[in-house]
């Protein structure tokens, strides 16, 4: 497959590539067709492990706040799909018509989705030194990230204001899934050992994540 150059990666399981290429409203419009968002999934995990370890090693005497700060940055929606549009991602994607016509090709949260599904592709075909080496190659490589400038988003603000004292288990859970598109909204909680901080909405799982942080952190201002 073309792209396999770009990406520096030859997949022993092309379906595997195929199927990270897969967006929902495509699969809606061919049953039996597999979406992208189980690779997505495990993408995501990937990517958090990959980019912990190259800062971790990049960066030996850097707190863990400016790590944390650093990877928010690095792995972000807007970070990954200008990866994607690097890799030319958009051109293969299997789109349903709507979503087509309606530019899904260009979406950011489209695009950083299906980055992260073609990671999560490369894991389970070649391990995660391929994945790994895929990230360093197309991701890793925009050295502004690591500007002290960066700012905290919210997710991370909250990290770190829950963990000041010990490690706490912070948990993102989706409550309402959009339906594609621009007018698609997803719903997310947060909750810290199990209690319930805030929810929000965006038009994708990370907007909805960060949204759900802010309303958290706007909570426990309020109780100062």
């Known amino acids: 497959m073309p792209l396999e150059l770009d990406l520096g990666y030859a997949f022993q399981n092309a379906a595997l590539l ?17 979406d992208n968002e189980r690779l997505e999934f495990l993408g995501d995990a990937v990517l958090e492990l990959c980019s912990s370890h190259y800062l971790y090693e990049l960066f030996p005497h850097t707190p863990e ?9 690095m792995v972000c929606e807007a970070s990954l799909a200008k990866a994607a ?12 018509k709507g979503e087509e016509k309606s530019g899904g090709r260009e979406r950011d949260s489209i695009l950083s989705d299906a980055f992260e599904a073609v990671l999560g592709a490369i894991y389970l075909d070649g391990g995660l030194g391929s994945a790994r080496r895929f990230v360093t190659d197309h991701l890793f490589d925009d050295k502004e990230i690591f500007s002290k400038d960066v700012p905290i988003d919210a997710k991370t603000r909250l990290q770190e204001l829950l963990q000041r004292k010990g490690t706490v288990r912070i948990e993102y859970h989706l409550l309402e899934e959009g339906n594609g598109g621009d007018t698609g909204v997803f719903t997310a909680q947060v909750t810290a050992e199990g209690r319930e901080l805030g929810s929000g909405s965006g038009h994708s799982k990370k907007m909805a994540e960060q949204a759900a942080a802010a309303a ?5 201002n309020a109780l100062k």
Do not use: I, T, V
Request: with cysteine.
């Open 18 to 34: 195929e199927n990270a290429l897969c967006h929902s409203s495509y699969a809606n419009e061919h049953r039996g067709k597999p």
């Open 65 to 73: 706040g400016d790590l944390s700060r650093y990877r928010a940055a």
């Open 85 to 96: 549009r690097r890799l030319k991602l958009g051109d293969f994607l299997l789109l349903g």
């Open 216 to 220: 958290a952190l706007r909570g426990l």
